[in-house]
């Protein structure tokens, strides 16, 4: 139940960020490795929930766990952020400081609460099933992209 509150919540967040795709200005290296992880997790997104219902299968118990799971990837990604600020105060006062920080936050916030926050919720369903989630051509798409810088790579 802890693999599969975790794995919904990783699904959510990567369709999420499919979503975002060319709206965020990033590094391309951390854009590659970015959407590269967001298809990953799609292309695993049945495997902890399969197992699940193979082994206990039980929906409140499947949420109550999944929420704890959730909830502390959520503390952990918290933390982590903070140490990367830490770790560069000179980007922080590139992006103005405290002050900048804390707006960027407000926004980010509003953008997940409308476009992140639904998709974690519908896990929370009793009838949720990331079987229902459709790998889009368009995903298959970038999993290849990936798939041939990996191969070129070698």
Do not use: N
């Not at 929930?49 to 039980?58: I, K, P, Q, R, T």
């Not at 929906?59 to 990604?77: E, I, K, M, S």
Request: charged residues 25%; contains cysteine.
């Amino acid at each position: 139940a802890y693999a599969e509150g975790f794995e919904a919540m990783t699904t959510a967040t990567a369709l999420y960020l499919l979503e975002l795709r060319g709206e965020r200005e990033l590094p391309q290296a951390i854009s590659d490795l970015m959407y590269w992880h967001a298809i990953e997790e799609l292309e695993h997104r049945t495997v902890a929930f399969d197992v699940y219902e193979a082994v206990c299968g039980g929906y409140l118990y499947r949420l109550a766990v999944g929420v704890f799971a959730q909830l502390h990837l959520l503390r952990f990604a918290v933390r982590v952020a903070r140490l990367m600020l830490r770790a560069d105060p000179e980007r922080v006062a590139r992006y103005g400081g405290a002050k900048g920080r804390r707006r960027r936050i407000r926004r980010q916030l509003a953008r997940v609460a409308r476009r992140l926050a639904p998709r974690v919720l519908r896990t929370y369903m009793p009838w949720y099933s990331p079987r229902r989630i459709a790998f889009t051509e368009e995903m298959a798409a970038v999993a290849e992209h990936y798939t041939a810088m990996a191969a070129s790579a070698r």
